[in-house]
C-alpha cells in the first residue's frame, strides 16, 4: 500500500516538474523567440525578456517544436505585443479590417478600400485605405477618397482630413496606387490644394483656383460659352465683360451691353473706347 502511494506521488512531481520548465514572463530570450504560455496566450520576447500577448482569435496559441503561431484575428485595441515586433499584422474575421502591432499595441485599422484586408503570410496582412473617413489613423502622405467618392482625404498628424472636394464628373476615383481627384468644378469655399488648379463654379459662369487652402472666384466667365471643362482644359469665355472684372495679360473683350471695348490692364478690364457695336468673332473683338 505504501509502495503504490509512493508511485503516484513520483508521477505528479514528474507532471510538476515539466510543467515548471517551459519559458515565464520575465525570462531572458532571443529576438524573434517565442513560446505559447497557454492555448490564449503567446509569450514574446521584447527587449530580451518574455511579455505576455494575446491569442484572442480562433486558432489561439499553436506550439509544434520552435514554431508558434499566436492567431490575432479577434484582438482588441490596446492588447500587448512586443514592441521588438512593428506591423506584424492579420485580417479580422470579416475581411474588414486588419490587426497589426505598433509601439508594443495591437491597434484595429479599418480597411474601407475595395480589396478590405488581405493575408499574405501567418504575420503579414496588406489593408486597403484607398477609401477613408475624416478621423482614420495614417501614416506618412497616404491619400484616399471619402466614402462617398465626393473628396480627396490626406493624412495629416497621423489623421486623415479633407484635402479637396471633387466636384467634377469623375469625382474622386482610385485608380492602382493613385488616387485621382476631379476638381474640374469647384464652389467658393471648398477646401483645395496648392495643386488644386483651374475649375468651372457649378453654374458655369466663373472660373475658380485656390487661395489659402479654399476655392475662390478668380475670373467672370461673360462670354456666351461660358465656362466649360472639356477633358483636363477648363476654358472661361471673357469674351464679354464688366469693368473692373478680373483678367490676365492683354485680354480685349466687349463691354457686356456690346457698345465699349474693354482690354486689359493691370489685373482688371478698363475701358478703352466706346462702340456703335462691339462683335466677338471667334477669338477677334471688333469695335465698329
Known amino acids: 500500500m505504501g509502495t503504490k502511494n509512493h508511485h503516484v506521488l ?13 519559458p515565464a514572463v520575465g525570462d531572458e530570450c532571443q529576438p524573434n523567440q517565442g513560446a505559447c504560455q497557454d492555448g490564449t496566450t503567446e509569450l514574446v520576447c521584447q527587449g530580451g525578456v518574455f ?12 506550439q509544434q517544436g ?15 505585443c512586443s514592441t ?8 479580422t474575421q470579416d475581411r474588414q479590417s486588419m490587426v497589426v502591432c505598433r509601439n508594443g499595441a495591437y491597434k484595429i485599422m479599418p480597411c474601407r478600400g475595395a480589396t478590405h484586408c488581405q493575408q499574405r503570410g501567418p504575420q503579414n496582412a496588406m489593408c486597403d485605405v484607398s477609401v477613408a473617413v475624416p478621423g482614420d489613423e495614417c501614416e506618412g502622405e497616404e491619400a484616399a477618397c471619402s ?3 465626393q473628396a480627396m482625404l490626406s493624412c495629416q498628424n497621423g489623421r486623415m482630413v479633407q484635402a479637396s472636394v471633387c466636384r467634377g464628373a469623375n469625382h474622386c476615383q482610385v485608380q492602382g496606387t493613385r488616387i485621382n ?19 468651372c463654379s457649378e453654374d458655369g459662369l466663373s472660373i475658380m483656383h485656390c ?22 482644359m477648363v476654358r472661361c469665355d471673357e469674351s464679354l465683360a464688366a469693368v473692373g472684372d478680373a483678367c490676365e495679360g492683354s485680354n480685349a473683350a466687349c463691354r457686356v451691353d456690346g457698345l465699349a471695348l474693354l482690354e486689359c ?13 462691339c462683335v466677338v468673332q471667334g477669338s477677334r473683338v471688333m469695335c465698329n
Not at 513520483?10 to 517551459?22: D, E, N, R, S, T
Not at 511579455?51 to 499553436?62: T, V
Not at 520552435?66 to 500587448?80: E, P, R, Y
Not at 521588438?84 to 485580417?91: E, F, M, P, Q, R
Open 181 to 199: 481627384c476631379d476638381t474640374s468644378v469647384g464652389a467658393v469655399g471648398d477646401t483645395c490644394t496648392s495643386d488644386y488648379g483651374a475649375a
Open 84 to 91: 521588438d515586433d512593428g506591423d506584424v499584422g492579420a485580417c
Open 147 to 149: 466614402a462617398d467618392g
Open 51 to 62: 511579455i505576455a500577448s494575446p491569442c484572442r482569435g480562433p486558432g489561439g496559441c499553436a
Open 211 to 232: 487661395v489659402d487652402g479654399a476655392v475662390a472666384v478668380m475670373n467672370p466667365c461673360r462670354g456666351p460659352d461660358g465656362c466649360k471643362v472639356n477633358g483636363r
Open 66 to 80: 520552435t514554431l508558434v503561431t499566436c492567431d490575432i484575428s479577434a484582438n482588441q485595441n490596446g492588447d500587448a
Open 10 to 22: 513520483g508521477l505528479v512531481l514528474l507532471a510538476l516538474a515539466a510543467v515548471g520548465c517551459g
Open 265 to 277: 490692364s493691370g489685373g482688371t478690364f478698363a475701358q478703352t473706347r466706346e462702340c456703335a457695336s
